[in-house]
């Protein structure tokens, strides 16, 4: 059970550095993760929706109506310019901390 | 940003809730849909697949839950049901709420009204880089001339010898007869030179600005206009340039139209003209640096600081210094020469700083006023509210809930009185630009409730009412909540401190309003003053006009001929008593009065230091009969004197006492500044009785030094022939009557001569005071509020006290205490507080009196009738606030009191 | 940056990994360890190491800090120890997908 393992934080930045590479509906981005981490992250698809809910609020992402591959109406969501601010700063963030938690787990028994 | 995109979404999403809703479990569906059809293209049968589907997406309530949280909808619903909740309590308490909301709100309408007025006067003006333009003007400490203008030799002297400014302008303001095919108007426009606009980084909204060829003095006929007359007169029309203007006769072409910024230092210009000078005033003027009659701006150079600029030119003014006689650097050490520099802001604030600054003190010590009235009777409502707050925490309700209510209670009342205060602003506000901004700031057109001032106003009311929603439930917390669940609220006997602590605010806000009516009296009595001064002419029945002849006048001959004929002409008006010229009516702003005279020896420069010096001003016989102005010595002038000017003239007693004392001045003769010769000297015939000359609320001293100033009447005619002159007619008539008849006349002398400052003269002289009777008025206004806020506080907190000791009067009452004896003994309860308030705001008036002196006129910032007066007179209203609520408890019945237990 | 449960409880295991420590010393350490990069709160750490005690990860036991105050000291179990391999493995999985993630896109 990883499931837990998945901060808040780092899907959020999951999916803005996944929009930013174009508009998307919360099906593709979950293909995308999924792809991406080739079943590593055990993350339930649906808890996309509440992260994407949150950027929208926050005014990272906004949403509009459009027609997916298989002509069924669907959301798409894409990048602000806050968006595309939030992605750089919270980039650096992410690795700052990586970078700390790694420093721990290779140092603390030492 | 993040928050305010937040904040504003959750608001949005608050009346969207059904669509968000809709469209999210459309999406969720969406992507089951598509999950479903991949595990069916994988073979999965519908069934399957769609379980398959579930189970990666997770619990789809729980998800559904979560995205609804992200909208932020919740915590704006509890917001909403709180407010219902406190607007609901609101309402029950309808005195609190309307007299928290009126208070509150008028107080705050009069500090919108004062900051944006504040803002508009004192803010920077609207050309870019505002604080690198300043005008350069002389000033004379030592003769008590601290602001005198400039000159043409500083002018030349500066704009050739500095490197710290990038323009360097003369302007002149100038006043004419403007004729177009609508008639004849005065007008007032600016004589610029070449650099004036650029000064102020503005572009020509129509045609062009000055060029060299318009700087040619022989034909400079070129006229640009401000874009307000162009509005007005020319409809903001692009055809106007070619178009013609003729000024006292001679035409003048325009060549564009220059916007606003370039008349922001002034106020209603109408025009401006190309300023040239020929060599021979050059000349003279560089020989003559100090005759200062024309102002001088410039911008200096990016970077370079005020003070950078002031060295270089206190470098020219020293080289200038060594290079005249010593007789002239010895005047100009003694006067205390320096050529000042200073931003339009710095000028404003000099010119209205003072007045404005105590307009806003009065303000806000209304509003403090105010503030101690809504603690009061928040404190008074909180008292009874301990039950409820008490009933509410046994139910469970925290401390922080029970404080965000009173905060969300305090943020509805501020909101409330926000909006009546802007309001009431607002309209307050185009009461000041209709009756007071002429009186007041006649430079201005209009003032603006100004975004600044709303966004202020608004802060100061929300700190306000949470800071007193704050004070008013922080003693109800302290009492302990538990203890008076089981009192009725009735009974809450309010403890000894915050008796005392009541008692402290009525007598701080009696102080407050103490000070406040000490300054208005005092304003009151200084414009009294000034109304009911002896100002030495009558001038009931006296009606006049000014006019100015053209330049086709050319000659002293012509001028002096349309003298005799307009004098002619008025006395043969039916119902006159007398009628005469002058160059300058008394106690009215007027041209060329402040002049100076030389006597035997002194030179020009020792006139201006004041001992030797007198004005002068130009009138034709009749003048005094007119003004009934006594003669006491001697004779008046005869038509003979001003007809065939004989070098006669007459002094007022000022005159006769300062420069001959003890003596008879009949037969005495004296010399003019520009004939320092003996053989022009004028002859003294007749000594007259002082009038007020520079106007009923001034001294009639020029300097500081000398405190009367001495005044020379000459002969209109004698060796000066103005053209821009006042008649007055002395006539029972009525004004319009005479006026009708008085143009028909000159029209006959003069077709294209327009009237103006027409009018009968006691109410111009009334009207002149009109600057100082609106600074009065509203600092009467704002004393009267907080006089009747303290009036309120003192009946309020009597009220309660009262209301709060009903058993013990009761008591009283029963073991056979008089009802006389009660009602003295509340009254005496609000004597004290009176007394108290009185005390210290005598000590708050006596410390902050110095700073009206400025603005009082013969009465002394500690004048005792004031402060006796206005104390009796706040006592009075005390014992009136107290009478209601003492009678009130002599009226109680013990048995009712008793029972009520 | 805020740490989530799941990385927190891997914290805590690896500091716990050198020896028993109070949890007061385990914030200190984190934070040492992590060049004040990553501040643990009080608040989040007890909760913590109340869930990977009932977890049977680690234990607890009343013992006198140097100072001689008696505190509440936290060591792992066996079963923690093991733990730790696992969440140290999925710890470095999940880093590298998230960098691939950004990498790539």
């Known amino acids: 059970m990883t499931k837990h393992i998945f901060p808040q934080g780092a899907l959020e930045l999951v999916i803005l550095r996944i929009l930013k590479n174009g508009s998307n509906h919360g099906w593709g981005i979950s293909q995308k993760i999924h792809l991406l981490s080739k079943d590593v992250l055990k993350v339930e698809e649906g808890s996309l929706y509440p992260a994407l809910a949150r950027m929208v609020q926050k005014g990272w992402i906004e949403s509009e109506w459009g027609v997916s591959e298989n002509n069924r109406r669907a959301k798409y969501y894409k990048l602000t310019s806050l968006g595309r601010k939030r992605l750089s700063s919270e980039q650096e963030n992410w690795e700052a901390m990586a970078a700390a938690i790694a420093d721990i787990l290779g140092m603390a028994g030492s | ?155 030349l002297d500066y704009s050739e010898n500095t490197s710290v400014f990038e323009q360097l302008s003369l302007v002149d303001e100038t006043t004419v007869n403007l004729s177009s095919a609508l008639g004849t108007v005065r007008g007032t426009g600016l004589r610029v030179t070449k650099e004036y606009f650029d000064m102020f980084r503005t572009r020509p909204l129509v045609g062009r600005f000055f060029v060299d060829e318009d700087f040619d003095h022989n034909d400079n006929s070129s006229l640009i206009l401000t874009e ?33 910024a370039a008349s922001a230092h002034f106020g209603a210009l109408s025009f401006f003209q190309a300023w040239t000078w020929d060599v021979q005033r050059t000349e003279f003027y560089k020989e003559r640096r100090h005759r200062n009659y024309t102002n001088l701006w410039g911008r200096l150079k990016a970077g370079v600081t005020v003070d950078q600029a002031k060295a270089q030119i206190d470098a020219l003014d020293q080289r200038y210094v060594q290079q005249v006689s010593q007789e002239q650097r010895d005047s100009l050490n003694r006067q205390k020469h320096e050529t000042k520099l200073e931003t339009f802001q710095q000028t404003r604030q000099y010119r209205y700083g003072a007045s404005l600054y105590l307009l806003q003190g009065s303000v806000l010590l209304v509003l403090l006023i105010g503030c ?243 004005n002068i001003v130009f009138v034709s016989e009749g003048y005094f009969e007119a003004l009934k102005i006594p003669l006491l010595e001697g004779r008046l002038f005869t038509a003979a004197d001003t007809e065939n000017p004989t070098r006669n003239v007459v002094v007022d007693r000022n005159f006769a006492e300062h420069f001959f004392p003890g003596q008879s001045p009949i037969g005495q003769q004296v010399y003019d500044e520009r004939d320092r010769k003996s053989e022009y000297a004028c002859t003294i015939i007749g000594v007259v009785e002082n009038v007020s000359h520079n106007g009923l609320d001034r001294g009639d001293g020029l300097s500081a030094t000398s405190g009367r100033y001495p005044l020379l009447y000459y002969p209109l005619n004698f060796n000066y022939t103005p053209r821009e002159f006042s008649f007055l007619v002395r006539s029972k008539r009525s004004f319009s009557e005479l006026l009708d008849l008085a143009r028909e006349n000159i029209k006959d002398l003069d077709p294209q001569l327009p009237l103006f400052l027409a009018g009968e003269l006691d109410q111009m002289v009334d009207e002149s005071l009109n600057d100082r009777r609106a600074f009065m008025l509203l600092i009467s206004i704002l004393g009267a509020m907080a006089l009747l806020l303290s009036g309120i506080g003192v009946y309020g907190t009597l ?103 | 940056m805020e740490l989530k449960q799941g990385t927190l409880d891997l914290l805590i295991l690896r500091i716990l990994l050198s020896g028993k420590r109070h949890g007061y010393g385990i914030v200190k350490r984190i934070q040492f360890l992590s060049n004040e990069m990553l501040n643990v709160g009080q608040g989040s750490m007890y909760p913590a190491l109340h869930r990977l005690e009932r977890k049977g990860w680690v234990k607890s036991s009343r013992e006198e800090t140097e100072k001689g105050k008696v505190t509440k000291f936290y060591r792992l179990t066996a079963r923690g120890r093991k733990q730790v391999e696992k969440e140290k493995q999925a710890w470095h999985d999940f880093i590298s997908v998230i960098n691939r993630v950004l990498e790539e896109g």
Not at chain 2, 858 to 864: E, R
Request: net charge positive; with cysteine.
């Open chain 2, 372 to 614: 101690i009235n809504i603690l009061n009777l928040q404190l008074t409502r909180g008292a009874g509210r301990s039950t409820e707050y008490a009933m509410r925490k046994s139910l469970g309700a925290s401390r922080l809930a029970l404080f965000r209510q009173v905060l969300i209670e305090s943020g509805l009342l501020s909101l409330g009185s926000c909006l009546l205060g802007l309001l009431a602003g607002w309209w307050g506000l185009s009461l000041v630009n209709q009756f007071l901004l002429p009186d007041l700031w006649s430079g201005l057109s209009s003032i603006e409730l100004s975004a600044t001032s709303v966004w202020r106003v608004l802060f100061l009311s929300i700190g306000i009412a949470l800071l007193l929603g704050v004070f008013s439930i922080v003693p109800v917390l302290k009492e302990g909540l538990s203890i008076s669940i089981r009192e009725s609220s009735r009974k809450t006997t309010a403890s000894r401190s915050m008796v005392n602590f009541r008692s402290f605010l009525v007598s701080s806000q009696l102080a407050l309003s103490l000070i406040l009516l000490i300054g208005s009296g005092l304003l009151l009595q200084s414009f009294f003053n000034a109304l009911n001064r002896d100002s030495g002419f009558d001038a009931r029945d006296v009606k006049t006009a000014s006019l100015e002849l053209s330049w086709n006048y050319s000659s002293r001959e012509k001028v002096s001929q349309f003298y005799s004929r307009l004098k002619t002409s008025l006395r043969s008006l039916p119902g006159i008593e007398s009628a005469a010229l002058a160059t300058k009516l008394p106690s009215l702003e007027g041209e060329g009065y402040q002049n100076w005279s030389i006597f035997p020896g002194k030179s020009e420069l020792d006139a201006m230091a004041g001992s030797n010096s007198s």
């Open chain 2, 1 to 155: 940003m993040e928050l305010i995109h937040y904040i504003r979404k959750s608001f949005g999403n608050l009346f969207q809730r059904r669509r968000l809703n809709e469209e999210m479990t459309e999406e969720m569906e969406h992507h089951l849909s598509m999950s479903i059809d991949r595990y069916e293209q994988e073979g999965m049968s519908p069934d399957e697949a769609r379980r398959a589907a579930m189970r990666d997406f997770g619990g789809v309530g729980k998800l559904q839950e979560e995205v609804r949280d992200a909208w932020g909808t919740l915590v704006v619903m509890d917001l909403i049901r709180d407010s219902r909740y406190a607007l609901r309590l609101l309402c029950k308490s309808k005195i609190f709420t309307l007299a928290t909301v009126l208070i509150l709100g008028l107080c705050i309408a009069g500090n919108a009204i004062v900051f944006s007025i504040l803002h508009s006067i004192l803010g920077p003006p609207s050309y870019p880089d505002p604080d690198q333009v300043v005008e350069i003007y002389n000033s004379y400490p030592g003769t008590g001339l601290d602001r005198m203008s400039s000159n043409i030799a500083q002018y």
């Open chain 2, 799 to 901: 009220s309660y006290d009262v209301s709060q000791r009903v058993k013990e009067i009761g008591i009283r009452v029963a073991i056979g205490a008089s009802r006389t004896l009660i009602l003295k003994k509340i009254l005496s309860q609000g004597f004290r507080k009176a007394m108290v308030g009185i005390a210290v705001g005598l000590m708050g008036a006596w410390i902050l009196s110095d700073r009206l002196s400025d603005f009082l006129f013969q009465v002394s910032p500690l004048d005792p009738i004031a402060y006796i007066g206005v104390s009796l007179f706040l006592l009075a209203v005390a014992f009136i606030a107290s009478y209601a609520p003492a009678r009130k408890a002599t009226l109680v019945d013990p048995i009712e009191a008793l029972r009520s237990e």
């Open chain 2, 228 to 260: 307000a007359y162009w509005r007005n007169h020319f409809a903001g029309s692009s055809d106007v340039v070619g178009e013609t203007l003729v000024f006292h006769g001679k035409p003048f072409t325009i060549i564009g139209v220059a916007p606003q």
